[in-house]
């Protein structure tokens, strides 16, 4: 006699436990298209970020700049880093604009 092949495996209490059909939560994964979605995407193209945050991670702002987080931090605690934003959960974030005006300070003659 041959297993089914749908059997997975038993439980302590022996009871098999069967494979069915992958249950979906509300959020699968996939972008949906709605209102709401539609009206951000267009007021991105009106400020022109098309795509793109107009505030930058640390590690976005260390990927730009070639440079570790660890140098970061370094010129934060010493004030020479692009001024930061402080969200409540204590993450931080730079304005592009921000950064942009901080390496024209920064451009040697």
């Known amino acids: 006699m041959t297993p089914n092949p749908k059997v997975v495996r038993?439980?302590?209490s022996g009871n098999q436990l069967v494979?069915?059909?992958?249950?979906?939560?509300?959020?699968?994964?996939?972008?949906h298209d709605t209102?709401?979605?539609?009206?951000?995407?267009a007021a991105q193209r009106e400020a022109g970020h098309a795509g793109e945050s107009s505030l930058l991670t640390v590690d976005q702002l260390c990927a730009e700049l070639h440079i570790s987080?660890?140098?970061?931090y370094d010129w934060r605690a010493k004030g020479k880093a692009p001024e930061c934003i402080v969200l409540p959960n204590g993450s931080l974030r730079v304005q592009r604009d921000d950064l942009a005006e901080w390496l024209r300070k920064r451009r040697a003659a």
């Open 10 to 12: 038993g439980d302590r």
């Open 35 to 41: 209102a709401t979605s539609r009206r951000r995407q």
């Open 19 to 31: 494979k069915g059909p992958r249950l979906r939560g509300a959020y699968d994964g996939a972008s």
């Open 69 to 72: 987080r660890s140098t970061f």
